[in-house]
């Protein structure tokens, strides 16, 4: 079974308006955090937003917020007054950080493809 | 501020050629990976190390070998290039956990696109 799931190959929004990519993770791990990731075209991966499972409040760092729905198992991505260069392939990860282990690996999700249009 | 940087940036192999990429970083993270994206799959965890001298398994680490010889190298070797190796590769580094760094991302080199033909 997939541990990320992103159900959007592709989103559109209009420019200054706001979007949520959706994230639904698997795991048992009870410790584990939430990562979204951005790539424009140019490539790189650009780190956006951490959520930890034990975090009582929803994160947040300027126009990005995470919807934390542990019930649910979701950290849907939350982009307010959306920019042309916002425009970019969106990927949402899950690090396990199962007690005594030694690794910290990243699950990744197939991504969201965001265009933002004028 | 170099952070992660990958070498080379592109290369086209034929297949049955071998060579190595190389990963540097200069932030003293323990922590070392690489992946492959490839369209519609997002990224995938080759192999990774937890400090110098150890290498680990990932979700896909078939033709592939990696060396962590010094704290601040990780090297992805391909012995016999196939075809289906052609992708884009991703190196990147993060922090001991312990460290305070619970919520420390993994910061990721520029990527090496790599044909095989």
């Known amino acids: 079974a997939q541990k990320i799931t992103q159900t959007q190959p592709g989103m559109f929004v209009q420019e200054k308006e706001a979007v949520t990519l959706d994230c639904t993770y698997d795991t048992s791990d009870p410790s584990y955090g939430l990562f979204w990731y951005k790539q424009p075209s140019s490539g790189e991966m650009i780190f956006l937003i951490y959520q930890g499972s034990y975090d009582q409040q929803n994160a947040t760092e300027g126009r990005y917020s995470l919807n934390f729905q542990k019930a649910r198992k979701s950290a849907n991505l939350v982009i307010s007054a959306s920019q042309l260069g916002d425009s970019a392939m969106y990927f949402c990860a899950m690090r396990e950080e199962n007690s005594g282990g030694s690794n910290y690996k990243l699950t990744f999700g197939k991504g969201t493809l965001l265009t933002v249009n004028p | ?117």
């Open chain 2, 1 to 117: 501020n170099a952070g992660v940087t990958q070498t080379p940036k592109f290369r086209v192999l034929k297949t049955g050629q071998s060579m190595t990429l190389l990963c540097a970083q200069d932030m003293n993270h323990e922590y070392m990976y690489w992946y492959r994206q490839d369209p519609g799959m997002g990224l995938r965890l080759i192999h990774y190390s937890v400090g110098e001298g150890t290498t680990a398994k990932g979700e896909v680490p078939d033709g592939y070998n990696v060396s962590r010889l010094k704290k601040q190298n990780f090297l992805l070797g391909l012995e016999s290039a196939a075809p289906s190796q052609t992708s884009v590769y991703f190196c990147a580094s993060s922090r001991l956990h312990g460290q305070g760094a619970r919520n420390q991302p993994q910061h990721f080199g520029d990527g090496t696109r790599l044909s095989i033909l």
